[in-house]
């Protein structure tokens, strides 16, 4: 069985597809605290289910503060295309589209502050 997890690291947060082996009940992870610090990629910010009407939100994969947001509703998008710049901890992160489509709401705007999985925008 595979399965996607969410990972938190240093205030950034990664989805990371396991392989569950074995037929053992329980759960998957403890929480464990992690104490040192290594660089890591961040992955991109992944669409999930949002509403009855197809859309599909594009969540923040970490706190931080909106710098700017390049698309508006209507918006036809690629797959690449950025979305969202995020500033966390003096780092510009940006969030690209996952998947073709056109926005259907914008949810933040510039200088917002977002939490780890807060919904960004929704595409269609």
């Given at each position: 069985?595979?399965?996607?997890?969410?990972?938190?690291?240093?205030?950034?947060?990664?989805?990371?597809?396991?392989?569950?082996?074995?037929?053992?009940?329980?759960?998957?992870?403890?929480?464990?605290p992690?104490?040192?610090?290594?660089?890591?990629?961040?992955?991109?910010?992944?669409?999930?289910?949002?509403?009855?009407?197809?859309?599909?939100?594009?969540?923040?994969?970490?706190?931080?503060?909106v710098?700017?947001?390049?698309v508006q509703?209507?918006?036809?998008?690629?797959?690449?295309?950025?979305?969202v710049?995020?500033?966390?901890?003096?780092?510009?992160?940006?969030?690209?589209?996952?998947?073709?489509?056109?926005?259907?709401?914008?949810?933040?705007?510039?200088?917002?502050?977002?939490?780890?999985?807060?919904?960004l925008?929704?595409?269609q």
């Amino acid at each position: 069985m595979k399965t996607t997890l969410r990972i938190s690291f240093e205030g950034k947060s990664y989805d990371v597809l396991v392989e569950v082996l074995g037929e053992e009940a329980g759960p998957l992870l403890t929480p464990v605290p992690i104490t040192s610090a290594s660089p890591v990629a961040l992955a991109a910010a992944r669409p999930r289910a949002a509403s009855a009407a197809g859309a599909k939100e594009v969540v923040s994969p970490l706190a931080g503060k909106v710098m700017a947001v390049e698309v508006q509703p209507g918006s036809a998008v690629r797959v690449g295309q950025p979305l969202v710049t995020l500033e966390a901890m003096k780092m510009n992160t940006t969030i690209t589209a996952q998947a073709a489509g056109v926005v259907a709401a914008v949810h933040v705007g510039p200088g917002d502050t977002v939490e780890e999985g807060q919904p960004l925008l929704a595409l269609q």
